[in-house]
C-alpha cells in the first residue's frame, strides 16, 4: 500500500515542543522506524504549517496513494475545510493524534476533521502512526 503520511502545524517542532506532552523524538526520528515496521508498504511523508497547503496535498493524494494517515494538530478543531475535503477525496484518511484530545483544554475535545475520516486514534503517542498503518490495513 503507498500511505502518504500528512502532518499538521506545529508537528515540525515535535521532540522540542511540550515533551511532557508530545514526547523527546522528532518525526525524522521516527519515520525511519515506522518504516522499518511496514517495509511491505511505501510510506512518504509532508509536514505543513499552512491549511490550504494541507488541503492541495489531500486532494494531490487522491488517485496517487492508497490512503492517508493525517495528524492535522490544531486545525482539527477549527478547520471545516480540511474536513470537507476529506470528505470529497476518494481514498481512506486515518486520522492521528499523539495526546489524548479528549482530556486536553475544552477546546481541542472535538474535531472536525474526525468526524470525516475512517477512523481516529488518539492519545497513543507517536506509536498511534502504527496504529493508523495497522487500521488501514483492516479496511
Same mark, same amino acid.
Given at each position: ?16 515542543? !511540550? ?8 518525526? &525524522?526520528?521516527?519515520?525511519? =522506524? $515506522?518504516?522499518?515496521?511496514?517495509? *511491505?508498504? !511505501? ?8 491549511? &490550504?497547503?494541507?488541503?492541495? =496535498? $489531500?486532494?494531490?493524494?487522491?488517485? *496517487? ?75
Amino acid at each position: 500500500m503507498k500511505i502518504l503520511i500528512l502532518n499538521g502545524p506545529n508537528l515540525n517542532l515535535l521532540g522540542k515542543r !511540550e515533551p511532557e506532552i508530545y514526547g523527546n523524538l522528532s518525526f &525524522g526520528e521516527y519515520l525511519p =522506524q $515506522l518504516r522499518e515496521r511496514f517495509p *511491505q508498504h !511505501e510510506i512518504s511523508y509532508f509536514q505543513s504549517n499552512h491549511e &490550504g497547503v494541507l488541503i492541495d =496535498q $489531500l486532494q494531490a493524494a487522491d488517485g *496517487q496513494y492508497d490512503a492517508v494517515v493525517m495528524n492535522p494538530g490544531a486545525y482539527a478543531h477549527t478547520s471545516i475545510a480540511i474536513a470537507d475535503c476529506i470528505r470529497a477525496i476518494s481514498i481512506p484518511v486515518v486520522e492521528v493524534h499523539i495526546s489524548d484530545i479528549s482530556k486536553r483544554e475544552p477546546y481541542r475535545r472535538h474535531s472536525f476533521t474526525a468526524e470525516a475520516c475512517r477512523k481516529s486514534i488518539i492519545g497513543l503517542g507517536l506509536k498511534g502512526y502504527d496504529e493508523a498503518v495497522l487500521a488501514l490495513e483492516m479496511l
